[in-house]
């Protein structure tokens, strides 16, 4: 299922879910006029498909203290070393996504620390000393203003 496999009522049910992710079957069943079931047979196509993930809360990392969001470019040595040091990176909790671009940096990683002196030790202690890395490039975050879902074009 792709996303040009999507109807009129798959697109519905997608908004609404992004909207509210909690919203019980049953009333979002009544707000688009369709049965329970045809919702739950929706869902559970898109769950299969890979076009719905599993709902989760996102939690706000300043209210529990993380003061410092930043942003930082990963160099490697070599492009062989790539993969390891994902895996690496990976085991890091204060890395919150990791994704691979273009260019002279190989990596961004989205970091939250609780504070400047967290993050610089985050970076120097437990990024830079993977085997591989050869240098780093971090901007840090004042504030998101927006972040949202993907549009159903």
């Known amino acids: 299922?792709?996303?040009?496999?999507?109807?009129?009522?798959?697109?519905?049910?997608?908004?609404?879910?992004?909207?509210?992710?909690?919203?019980?079957?049953?009333?979002?069943?009544?707000?688009?006029?369709?049965?329970?079931?045809?919702?739950?047979?929706?869902?559970?196509?898109?769950?299969?498909?890979?076009?719905?993930?599993?709902?989760?809360?996102?939690?706000?990392?300043?209210?529990?203290?993380?003061?410092?969001?930043?942003?930082?470019?990963?160099?490697?040595?070599?492009?062989?070393?790539?993969?390891?040091?994902?895996k690496e990176l990976s085991k890091i909790p204060e890395i919150v996504e990791c994704v691979n671009i273009s260019g002279r940096y190989a990596i961004l990683v989205h970091i939250f620390s609780k504070n400047n002196r967290h993050l610089r030790d985050v970076i120097y202690e437990k990024i830079l000393a993977i085997e591989g890395v050869e240098g780093t490039n971090t901007t840090i975050s004042f504030e998101t203003a927006f972040s949202r879902n993907i549009p159903l074009i």
């Open 1 to 86: 299922m792709s996303k040009n496999q999507l109807d009129p009522i798959d697109i519905r049910i997608l908004n609404e879910l992004t909207s509210d992710a909690r919203i019980p079957f049953v009333k979002l069943s009544k707000k688009l006029k369709v049965s329970n079931t045809l919702i739950h047979q929706r869902i559970k196509k898109m769950k299969e498909a890979g076009i719905l993930k599993n709902a989760t809360f996102r939690l706000n990392p300043w209210k529990l203290g993380y003061q410092t969001s930043a942003y930082t470019q990963i160099m490697l040595a070599d492009a062989k070393h790539h993969r390891r040091v994902e």
